[in-house]
């Protein structure tokens, strides 16, 4: 036998027991990370193996030949495991029977999320806890979590409805109320963008029009229970019509995409995104003005304007009623120009309804504003996690960016009405300090927004982003 003979049929012994012993495995779909680590480590020994006893056979090195070649199957092997360790997904349906059932559902639980008796608390844990609560969505976590927290809220409410102290209403309504929103609210919000793309817009807008029908729903069926049967059993209807409405969106809404088990709860790496950080930055600061001038708005008809408390708390309604065909709206034309070509007008528009709070001076003025401002607002809230997941290269990262973005902008709806109280305070319990700040907020965040959609389409008005 001559030596170039001796070395081909060495060469091919050499491919012979990895590729038998360790392709196949990287072919198996039930092997774990540990396993094909493994596999390719014994591949290696394999291969060192072949080339010793070409060596001492021969009595020289293995050739360069040999080596490139169990050089290609390692990296054949371990090409097949990398790319296995993420599995291919379908893109998005954007409608059918399913995809169109998790909006409905996903609108039975906006409805509820918007009870809000203990104001900023109850909204900041509702927005924080969606960094945990984001991520166990994209865990494959959807349905025991969506249950856990159901039961907080409900539990929280029934509760609510033997409290006879502030502290009670603090620790039933807002603490494990708002916890219990917290855990549920965010991957529901989430769960929509992963069942479509060219619709996106159109579903969640329509999935948030529960916010306003929440927003006018409750506050009519306080005013028309409580004085005929009381706090108590008030707060009991309202239990029980929210666990008519989350116990039947758990028994329909499923997540698509196959679970991501491994991964941080708080993806640093998403800072490292200039649009991401430019856009999470805006929004923090949007929020800021938006929650004082949420909180404050009925203070300022009485206060400023002389009006009743009870005329004053129908502009709560008003707010959230003006603003519900206008989350679907603004919605459907960003699923056709681009989401961020849609939120910075909106951001526009907003700042300037904002600054045109200073020259309200008549009850006239007072709901023509109301209604200017439920409606940019409200239409800009909208397409918070529809911008989100459009920034989001991964869809099963989507949940835990929202999240994320959510518990940072929770500690400006914490935070928001203090400091425009204290404002308030401090110049004689007038309201102009507080509505130029919030109006100042709005244009810093118009700002930022806007870099955001540079950051993303450039200067180019008609790239769709």
């Given at each position: 036998?001559?030596?170039?003979?001796?070395?081909?049929?060495?060469?091919e012994?050499g491919?012979?027991?990895?590729?038998?012993?360790?392709?196949?495995?990287?072919?198996?779909?039930?092997?774990?990370?540990?396993?094909?680590?493994?596999?390719?480590?014994?591949?290696?020994?394999?291969?060192?193996?072949?080339?010793?006893?070409?060596k001492e056979?021969?009595?020289i090195?293995?050739?360069?030949?040999?080596?490139?070649?169990?050089?290609?199957?390692?990296?054949?092997?371990?090409?097949?495991?990398?790319?296995?360790?993420?599995?291919?997904?379908?893109?998005?349906?954007?409608?059918?029977?399913?995809?169109?059932?998790?909006?409905?559902?996903?609108?039975?639980?906006?409805?509820?999320?918007?009870?809000?008796?203990?104001?900023?608390?109850q909204?900041?844990?509702?927005?924080?806890i969606?960094?945990?609560?984001?991520r166990?969505?994209?865990?494959?976590?959807f349905?025991?979590?969506?249950?856990?927290?159901?039961?907080?809220?409900?539990?929280?409410?029934?509760?609510?409805?033997?409290?006879?102290e502030y502290w009670?209403?603090?620790l039933t309504?807002?603490?494990?109320?708002?916890?219990?929103?917290?855990?549920?609210?965010?991957?529901?919000?989430a769960?929509i963008?992963?069942?479509?793309?060219?619709?996106?817009?159109?579903?969640?807008g329509?999935?948030?029009t529960?916010?306003?029908?929440?927003?006018?729903?409750?506050?009519?069926?306080?005013?028309?229970?409580?004085?005929?049967?009381?706090?108590?059993?008030?707060?009991?209807?309202l239990?029980?019509?929210?666990?008519?409405c989350?116990?039947t969106?758990l028994?329909?809404?499923?997540?698509?995409?196959?679970?991501?088990?491994?991964?941080?709860?708080?993806?640093?790496?998403?800072?490292?995104?200039?649009?991401?950080?430019a856009?999470?930055?805006?929004l923090?600061?949007?929020?800021l003005?938006?929650?004082?001038?949420?909180?404050?708005i009925a203070?300022?008809?009485?206060?400023?304007?002389?009006?009743?408390y009870?005329s004053?708390?129908?502009?709560?309604?008003?707010?959230?009623?003006v603003?519900?065909?206008?989350?679907?709206?603004?919605?459907?034309?960003?699923?056709?120009?681009?989401?961020?070509?849609?939120?910075?007008?909106?951001?526009?528009?907003?700042?300037?309804?904002?600054?045109?709070?200073?020259?309200v001076?008549?009850?006239?003025?007072?709901?023509i504003?109301?209604?200017?401002?439920?409606?940019?607002?409200?239409?800009?809230q909208?397409?918070?996690?529809?911008?989100?997941?459009?920034?989001?290269?991964?869809?099963?990262?989507?949940?835990t960016?929202?999240?994320?973005a959510?518990?940072?902008?929770?500690?400006?709806?914490?935070?928001?009405?203090?400091?425009?109280?204290?404002?308030?305070g401090?110049n004689?319990?007038?309201?102009?300090?507080?509505?130029?700040?919030?109006?100042?907020?709005?244009?810093i965040a118009?700002?930022?927004?806007?870099?955001?959609?540079?950051?993303?389409?450039?200067?180019?008005?008609?790239?769709?982003?």
């Amino acid at each position: 036998m001559t030596l170039p003979n001796q070395s081909r049929r060495d060469n091919e012994n050499g491919m012979a027991e990895p590729e038998s012993g360790n392709v196949e495995d990287a072919r198996a779909p039930t092997e774990s990370t540990d396993r094909d680590t493994e596999a390719i480590e014994r591949a290696s020994h394999e291969v060192e193996r072949e080339g010793t006893a070409t060596k001492e056979m021969t009595g020289i090195r293995p050739s360069g030949e040999l080596r490139k070649t169990a050089s290609n199957v390692l990296s054949q092997v371990a090409s097949r495991m990398t790319t296995r360790s993420r599995p291919e997904t379908l893109p998005p349906p954007d409608g059918g029977v399913k995809a169109w059932t998790q909006v409905a559902m996903a609108w039975l639980v906006m409805t509820p999320s918007t009870i809000s008796w203990i104001g900023s608390i109850q909204t900041w844990l509702t927005l924080l806890i969606g960094a945990f609560s984001g991520r166990l969505l994209d865990a494959g976590l959807f349905v025991p979590t969506f249950l856990v927290g159901s039961v907080l809220q409900v539990l929280g409410m029934f509760l609510m409805s033997v409290s006879t102290e502030y502290w009670h209403l603090m620790l039933t309504q807002g603490i494990l109320t708002g916890i219990g929103g917290g855990i549920f609210y965010t991957p529901s919000l989430a769960l929509i963008s992963t069942y479509f793309q060219s619709k996106r817009g159109l579903a969640v807008g329509i999935a948030t029009t529960g916010n306003s029908a929440g927003g006018m729903i409750y506050p009519l069926v306080v005013r028309q229970l409580i004085p005929q049967v009381g706090f108590a059993w008030t707060a009991r209807v309202l239990a029980f019509i929210n666990l008519a409405c989350l116990a039947t969106a758990l028994a329909f809404m499923r997540p698509r995409l196959p679970p991501r088990k491994s991964g941080p709860i708080i993806e640093l790496t998403a800072f490292r995104v200039p649009v991401y950080v430019a856009f999470v930055s805006g929004l923090f600061v949007s929020m800021l003005g938006n929650s004082y001038t949420f909180y404050y708005i009925a203070s300022f008809g009485t206060q400023a304007l002389g009006l009743s408390y009870s005329s004053a708390s129908i502009l709560i309604m008003v707010l959230n009623g003006v603003a519900l065909p206008f989350r679907v709206i603004p919605a459907f034309i960003a699923d056709r120009i681009g989401v961020l070509n849609v939120v910075v007008p909106l951001l526009y528009a907003w700042c300037i309804v904002a600054f045109c709070w200073l020259a309200v001076t008549d009850t006239t003025g007072y709901y023509i504003f109301t209604c200017f401002y439920g409606i940019v607002s409200g239409s800009f809230q909208s397409l918070i996690a529809t911008a989100i997941a459009n920034i989001t290269k991964r869809l099963d990262m989507a949940g835990t960016r929202l999240g994320m973005a959510f518990s940072i902008v929770s500690f400006a709806s914490l935070t928001g009405p203090p400091i425009g109280g204290a404002l308030q305070g401090a110049n004689g319990n007038k309201f102009v300090a507080p509505q130029a700040w919030a109006a100042g907020m709005t244009a810093i965040a118009m700002v930022l927004l806007t870099l955001a959609r540079v950051l993303r389409g450039g200067y180019n008005l008609k790239v769709k982003c």
